[in-house]
């Protein structure tokens, strides 16, 4: 089984991809979980964040990349908001096994059946109701901000290997097979956290603008509620990551702009020196889920959002990460991505709501942020 990355995410080299083949593989649970190896498997009964730590330790000593798609409701394990036994998260130790050229060595696959795919598309009086709850909750005072999102589906017979060559790419591009019948497509451009030199670094994206406005550089730019919110979320960052760095460290770079192909961002980068010993699971207790798909506080926010979302997020605001052989980790936050399941596209969209929201734009940039989905999928 083999796993296709991004070039950016390796050394910024957007015209290439890089092909790893898995040595063993992971499914993290609950209450249990499995290691995959040459056709066999072994099942441990122990707590997820030591089994993350020892598969961790394994690939550094067998200098191996070890890939990481942690699950959202691995947030809620984290949390205590879900006793359920859902799968939480799979590793995979691999080797580095070749570069591809993207326009020379790698081969598309064609649409075998051009009929119209089936859409299953979020009903917006169903959306413009959970607004209302959560801006009742706002007025409350139970959040400040929350993440309200929705999903998409759609059924397409184009492969995920082809999905994942049509895609973007532009920041944090991954393929990533689950099983031979379901992968995740990352075409993320948001960093949960980077770890290079001992420094770990978050950069929440919040605040979002259609590239269609006139002047929507000035427009996101200008924008209270966008400012506010990623103020709101900035604050949050550097609470989170406050126990992972040493005294005096903490650098805020506020805001910064991204453009994108359809939309543009505001985000900010957030920093500091980590303690001795931090590990995956420390550092992923602390930072995860991202709190610009959640909200703040973002214990009781996860709380109303698995109270006003009518699907289990899955992978979808979760992460997709790669721990280097010299110890550098990177993981993505998994929005503008995909997961596949035969034949079935499940994509979700959304956006942070506060006091300074309106329902009718709310909407419209969920609809924004799924303009991709035409593009990769007709």
Same mark, same amino acid.
């Given at each position: ?272 020196? #980590? ?8 550092? +992923?207790? $602390?930072?995860?889920? &991202? /709190?610009? *798909? @959640? ?38 936050? #998994? ?8 034949? +079935?596209? $499940?994509?979700?969209? &959304? /956006?942070? *709501? @506060? ?24």
């Amino acid at each position: 089984m083999k796993i296709l990355i991004n070039g950016k995410w390796i050394d910024k080299l957007d015209q290439f991809f890089f092909e790893f083949v898995v040595q063993e593989k992971y499914y993290i649970f609950r209450n249990n979980s499995f290691l995959f190896k040459n056709g066999g498997f072994q099942r441990f009964k122990e707590d997820p964040e030591l089994i993350i730590d020892r598969i961790r330790e394994k690939a550094q000593r067998e200098d191996s990349y070890l890939f990481s798609l942690v699950f959202y409701e691995y947030g809620e394990y984290l949390f205590d908001i879900n006793s359920d036994n859902h799968l939480l998260a799979v590793f995979a130790i691999a080797r580095f096994s070749k570069k591809l050229k993207k326009d020379k060595d790698i081969k598309k696959n064609s649409i075998q059946n051009k009929k119209y795919p089936k859409y299953e598309f979020p009903e917006k009086d169903d959306y413009l109701k959970s607004y209302e709850r959560v801006r009742e909750n706002i007025i409350s005072g139970n959040t400040y901000q929350l993440n309200l999102t929705r999903r998409i589906n759609i059924r397409r017979d184009r492969s995920p290997e082809d999905v994942f060559y049509r895609a973007d790419n532009e920041v944090y591009g991954a393929l990533f097979p689950i099983s031979s019948k379901r992968y995740v497509i990352s075409d993320s451009p948001e960093l949960l956290f980077e770890v290079v030199d001992e420094k770990i670094t978050v950069k929440p994206i919040k605040g979002t603008v259609s590239k269609k406005l006139k002047d929507y550089k000035r427009r996101l730019l200008d924008s209270e509620k966008d400012n506010r919110e990623l103020m709101m979320i900035t604050d949050l960052l550097r609470n989170d990551i406050a126990s992972l760095i040493q005294k005096k460290t903490l650098d805020v770079i506020f805001p910064e702009y991204m453009e994108l192909k359809d939309v543009a961002h505001l985000y900010s980068v957030v920093s500091g020196k #980590l303690k001795k010993n931090i590990t995956l699971s420390n550092i +992923l207790r $602390k930072v995860f889920p &991202g /709190g610009s *798909i @959640t909200g703040i506080p973002k214990k009781r926010t996860m709380e109303l959002i698995k109270e006003n979302e009518p699907d289990k997020r899955g992978f979808y605001t979760g992460s997709f990460g790669i721990t280097f052989p010299d110890g550098r980790m990177s993981f993505n936050i #998994l929005i503008r991505s995909l997961f596949y399941d035969r034949g +079935l596209y $499940k994509y979700g969209s &959304g /956006g942070g *709501i @506060t006091w300074w929201s309106k329902p009718d734009q709310e909407y419209d940039e969920l609809l924004d942020k799924a303009k991709k989905l035409e593009r990769l999928l007709g």
